[in-house]
Each structure stands twice: as structure tokens, then as C-alpha cells.
């Protein structure tokens, strides 16, 4: 079955701080994954893909086929992050279709 | 480019009652989807669309529809609206390009609730 999971509902830690959001998956193929993210009152938007490799607003994530997994890093937290983030797979390179997981909302308090 | 848009932003809707959640794209993305988000449920794919004239089932599509008669427009119906469609509803879009992953363009949601 085709399926990602957040463990967290909840993240909370103080500015500074690294956080790391838990995201695993389970598929058969070779995945694509994806983290979006949803800052207050505002539309989802992609944060990061695995064959990027890139880093954006600080955040990583490395692939791990062997654990099946997609952690989201960041090495400090700030304030600004605060929102809610999730972790998606896309099971075929022919459509657009998502599977999200639960989502995870990350509280970075000051 | 609007991107992708959604109306309307709000809607109370009476149990029984069916209504059209409008979503429109003008970037001539081929793929569109609907999902529904709901807490600790993240979000569930609907319905989507490949292109004009295509659709599927997501997840979820019991008590929905769907038609793609332009590349624009992609509306989701409520045929008989009942208490656990409430819910936030987004819209997206997506590209396809040779050798790129596409990105999804969500629109700012539709917040649905129904008594």
C-alpha cells in the first residue's frame, strides 16, 4: 500500500534550536517526495523535492530508501517557521496525484 | 498569472443540499486535482484530472463529481451535501515537462460547512 506518515501531530521548540519533522513512507516503486508547507491564513506551497538536493529557507531532507524515510531539518530554528508541514509522495511519474501524509505543525516559540 | 483560483472561500450549505466549488488555472497546466484537508487527516485526494475530457478517483470520491470540459477549469460537486463533507477543500494544478518533476499550485482553499 501507498502510504506517508508524520508521526507529530505537534513540534514544539524554542528559536534556535534544530528540529527535525519525521516523515515515512511506504511504496514499492522508486518514490518521489515531496515536503509542502502552509504558513497561517495562507495556501500550500512546495517547501522541498528529494532530487532537488537543495536547501531552501534553511530546511533539508536526504532520502533514505533503506529506512524508508524523509526527515525535514533545519539546523536553527526561527520564528518564521511556524506553520504546518507535510510530506508527499507522488507513486507515478505520469500524473500530477499526491499522497499526503497527516501533517505536521511546527511551534517554534520565542 | 492568477494561478490557481478557488470560489467561493466560504460556504454553509444545508444537509441535502448540492453546490459547485469552482476552481479555475490559467497557467495551462494539464493535471488538476481535488483534495480535502481535514485535521489529523492531512490532506485526501478526491478527484483528479490528467486533462481536458479526463478524470479519476482519488481517495476519497464517494459523494462527489467532477468534469474537465477545459483545460482551465476542473469543478467539484456536492450532490447531496452531508455533515461529513465539512471540510477545507483544495484545488491544484500541476505541469508536466521532460526530465522536471512538476510542482503543484494549490489555491487558497474553500471552507465548507454543512448542518
Known amino acids: 500500500a501507498q502510504r506517508v506518515t508524520q508521526p507529530e501531530k505537534l513540534l514544539s521548540v524554542f528559536k534556535g534550536a534544530p528540529v527535525e519533522l519525521k516523515c515515512n513512507y511506504s511504496?514499492?516503486?522508486?518514490?518521489?517526495l515531496f515536503w509542502y508547507v502552509q504558513y497561517s491564513r495562507q495556501r500550500l506551497q512546495l517547501l522541498l523535492r528529494?532530487?532537488s538536493r537543495e536547501s531552501i529557507k534553511g530546511f533539508t531532507a536526504d532520502l533514505n530508501k533503506g529506512e524508508t524515510s524523509f526527515h525535514l531539518k533545519k539546523p536553527f530554528a526561527q520564528e518564521e517557521d511556524s506553520a504546518m508541514y507535510y510530506c508527499a509522495l507522488r507513486p507515478s511519474s505520469n500524473t500530477g496525484k499526491l499522497i499526503f501524509g497527516q501533517g505536521t505543525t511546527l511551534q517554534v516559540k520565542p | 498569472n492568477a494561478g490557481v483560483t478557488q470560489t467561493p472561500k466560504f460556504q454553509v450549505l444545508k444537509t441535502g443540499q448540492s453546490m459547485t466549488l469552482q476552481c479555475a488555472q490559467d497557467?495551462?497546466?494539464?493535471?488538476m486535482s481535488w483534495y480535502r484537508q481535514d485535521p489529523g487527516m492531512g490532506l485526501r485526494l478526491i478527484h483528479y484530472s490528467v486533462g481536458a475530457g479526463i478524470t479519476d478517483q482519488g481517495e476519497v470520491p464517494n459523494g462527489y463529481n467532477v468534469s474537465r470540459s477545459t483545460t482551465e477549469d476542473f469543478p467539484l460537486r456536492l450532490l447531496s451535501a452531508a455533515p461529513s463533507q465539512t471540510s477545507v477543500y483544495f484545488c491544484a494544478s500541476s505541469y508536466r515537462a521532460t526530465g522536471l518533476l512538476y510542482e503543484q499550485y494549490f489555491g487558497p482553499g474553500t471552507r465548507l460547512t454543512v448542518t
Open positions: 497557467m495551462n497546466h494539464e493535471y
Open positions: 528529494h532530487i
Open positions: 511504496y514499492s516503486g522508486s518514490p518521489e
